[in-house]
């Protein structure tokens, strides 16, 4: 946190600790600072967790959620009641022709069943209450080219966040789920190859504070929101939220990708 930013605001409740399954890059390390700065004691997973140099307070465990052996065993105790991020993931842009059976199955198991079978563990650990907060992406729901397998196994981490609900609250009726849908991100890493104005993209620690006031705020058991960032000129990169699902994108509108306004669509459902 910067010497000029506001105090991060407390979170609700007597929440201890926050497990963030991809915390090591990116929005997911973003998500994992602003844990910490509220108190909360921070394990981060990913590959790299063991050469993380400056661990910044984190709490740093290797996971490697392609690897089946991996996801069966690294630790999941963290102290309860707790948050668990789903935030792990990897960008592929390529017509599924092209695309290898290894491809195929790498990113299946990065985007969702590895994260699937990690959660399964983690939650069965965790004593209730327990927070779960999932990065999925607008790409759930947009009209995108070449990235059928990106788009499809972000709309399956959605659809399955949101059926996990009912489970949840029979388990703990103070159970929380929060379902964020991204926008484009200012994380280069992410977009590798693509030349792509990442002035125009969002700040990953400003989405991490957006994020953790919604949780903060949250009352609900199940609240889905949009993050995407404003094309306005003069305000290229802004965050803007909306809340509740969006329909998914016709696939053949024209003038709908990537290139077209992120706060276009309209929200189907607001509360
Ligand atoms: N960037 C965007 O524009 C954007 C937009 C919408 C949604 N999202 C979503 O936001 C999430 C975070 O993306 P990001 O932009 O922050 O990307 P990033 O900087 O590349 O971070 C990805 C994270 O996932 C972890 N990860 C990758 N492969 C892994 C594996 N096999 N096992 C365990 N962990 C693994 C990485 O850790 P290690 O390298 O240490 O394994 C890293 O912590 C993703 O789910 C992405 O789909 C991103």
Redesign the pocket.
Known sequence: MSPSSPPARPLPGHYRSAAVI????????ALALAARDRGLRTVV?????ASVPDPDGLLPRS????DPQSVRTAPVDVPSPAYVLW?????LKKALAETTEDEVERLTR?LFS?PVLFLRRLLAEAEDPVHLIT?A???SWKRRERESLYCGL?AAQATFVRNLVPELLAAHPENRITLVN????A?P???TGLALDFGT?MD?GEVAEIVWNIAADQRRAFTEVQILRSRAPGSEGTPEVSYGARAPQAPEEPGADATAGETASTPIRHH
């Open positions: 991809g915390g090591t890059h990116g929005l997911g390390r997973y990913g590959r790299s967790a996971l490697d959620l392609c935030v792990a993931g990897a960008f990065l590895g990065i992406s607008s790409s972000k991204p926008g484009g991100l994380v890493d992410f977009h993209m990953p």
